[in-house]
């Protein structure tokens, strides 16, 4: 895995949007797996700018949604699906018949969960998979004690990410849902680039055990250091914690420009 330890979220942001600029300038029809949270928004941000000002074009990138809650209508202004058309479809001028989600709102859960995993297959799998962190460890909607090698699959949230989540919820807890679909940490590990940020001192514990930890249901993003090419990119606050930050620094100020992520 690689550690790339950047100044601030704007810096993060900047990186990533020109790695999946790169992406796009070298396959125009990839398929970006994108998060919702606060973590990605200067990504997206960085993303728009880029195609307003040409250098990047998207006209044929598709867009795959991560995790969605479960018994909130798409058209609720908190649903994953509605997030994602407001802050990565719309800035980037990219049209819903090029966006894959899975249906929180369908009466058979499970069913909605494993035609989404058919429907990535089909689709040729996610070229790029953008994460962010919870405090718990979780990606995706993936909880701690999650199967290393889940499928799409219906979750239940911990309080901890329901106490986190409130503040898209007026910052009443009793509006976020319980129960989610979520990639399987699985259905993730099979997109072939995986690129995690995360910033803020509040996740500097999870960064610490997913990076330098065991490899360990208890954290979920643990599971990327069994990735061939997974990419952690954290602010100074979030790498707090990495005992090797040093090594991280260094390592990345002598790689060639070339690599990219
Ligand atoms: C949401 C998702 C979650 C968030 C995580 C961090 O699609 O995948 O794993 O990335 O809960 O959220 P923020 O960025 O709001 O701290």
């Known amino acids: 895995m690689e550690v790339v330890i950047v100044a ?10 020109e790695t999946m600029a790169q992406l796009l300038r070298r396959k125009p029809d990839a398929l970006l797996g994108v998060a919702t949270g606060s973590t990605p928004l200067p990504i997206y941000q960085a993303l728009a700018a880029k195609v307003r000002n040409g250098a990047v074009d998207v006209s044929r990138a598709r867009i795959a949604q991560l995790d969605e809650y479960v018994g909130l209508p798409a058209d609720h202004p908190e649903s994953y699906h509605s997030v994602l058309r407001r802050e990565v479809l719309e800035p980037l001028g990219i049209g819903m018949d090029a966006f894959l989600g899975p249906d ?3 009466e058979d859960v499970q069913g909605a969960c494993e035609a989404y995993d058919r429907e990535l297959a089909e689709a040729g799998g996610v070229d790029l998979q953008l994460l962010g962190i919870g405090t718990d460890g979780h990606i995706g909607f993936n909880e701690p004690c999650s199967s290393l090698v889940s499928r799409t699959r219906i979750k239940t949230l911990t309080e901890q990410t329901r106490a986190d989540n409130a503040r898209f919820f007026d910052g009443d807890v009793d509006q976020v849902p319980h129960h989610v679909i979520t990639q399987g940490i699985g259905t993730i590990l099979e997109a072939r ?3 995690l940020l995360a910033t803020g001192e509040n996740k500097a514990d999870a960064i610490a055990a997913t990076v330098e930890g065991p490899v360990a249901a208890v954290c979920p993003a643990s599971a990327l250091q069994l990735h061939p090419h997974a990419t952690v990119v954290v602010d100074e606050a979030a790498a707090s914690k990495l005992k090797f930050a040093d090594y991280f620094r260094r390592t990345y100020a002598s790689k060639p420009e ?3 992520l």
């Open 8 to 17: 601030d979220a704007k810096a993060g942001g900047e990186l990533i949007a």
């Open 104 to 106: 929180g709102a369908a």
């Open 193 to 195: 680039h995986l690129v």
């Open 258 to 260: 070339w690599q990219g």
